[in-house]
């Protein structure tokens, strides 16, 4: 049973450069998230996608930030010009659509530092 | 909106004691709940929810979790800690609804448990 793969598991970079991450869910779910992990905090939500079609975006995702799922399996999550305060760990999860009830499996997450 | 509070930032507990880590909720109607368990620089592992029925739900690793709907509350409980359970550990809270919003989860800030030998 494969859970859901992200890569990379870390990544350092400076303040206004681009950063692209992936996420690889569990190969049955059609349910993607992203979430954000700050430091003392509990996961934030991003953005969803059911397949390809990206349904429900957060007010933190920014301008900056751009997420797609272009063929309904992986998933990508763009930061453009980083800050400082996108250092984070960036979290995917991924379900299947058992109704509204169905749960949300968890990869081992990005951890983004920004100088 | 939707809000979850975990009151307690830590939790000591003596292994072989029972545990309790506590979680209140606000949301909109009823509520589906989670308990998520991460250990460090690990994501989150699912250990139980609740979404309709028996008040006490049973889950992964021995834990378990009362549902009580008058206190909003879903305290994450077990008889027996062991060291190895010593982790954060987030309840989350989806609301049963339709529309915008539908699927995402809001959670806690977390509870450090720590399990002293």
């Known amino acids: 049973d494969t859970g859901v793969s992200q890569d990379p598991r870390h990544k350092i970079t400076k303040r206004g450069q681009n950063v692209t991450f992936r996420c690889d869910p569990i190969s049955e779910h059609n349910r993607l998230y992203w979430y954000r992990q700050t430091l003392g905090q509990g996961p934030e939500f991003l953005t969803y996608f059911q397949n390809e079609a990206q349904l429900e975006k957060s007010r933190l995702l920014s301008d900056r930030f751009s997420a797609e799922r272009p063929k309904g399996s992986f998933s990508t999550l763009e930061i453009q010009r980083t800050e400082q305060g996108d250092s984070a760990m960036y979290l995917c999860?991924?379900?299947?659509?058992?109704?509204?009830?169905?749960?949300?499996?968890f990869g081992p997450g990005t951890r983004l530092t920004v100088l | 909106a939707q809000s979850v509070a975990q009151p307690e930032d830590q939790v000591n507990v003596a292994e072989g004691n029972p545990l309790t880590v506590k979680c209140t909720y606000s949301v909109s109607g009823n509520p589906y709940l989670f308990w998520y368990v991460q250990y460090p620089n690990r994501g989150l592992q699912f250990l139980l929810k609740?979404?309709?029925?028996?008040?006490l739900v049973k889950g992964s690793y021995g834990f378990e979790a009362e549902f009580n709907k008058s206190q909003t509350s879903f305290h994450l409980k077990k008889p027996s800690a062991l060291v190895s359970d010593s982790a954060l550990y987030f309840c989350a809270v989806r609301g049963v609804y339709s529309g915008a919003g539908s699927y995402q989860l809001t959670f806690g800030k977390g509870t450090k448990l720590s399990v002293i030998p």
């Open positions: 609740y979404i309709t029925g028996d008040n």
């Open positions: 999860a991924s379900s299947s659509t058992g109704g509204i009830t169905d749960t949300q499996y």
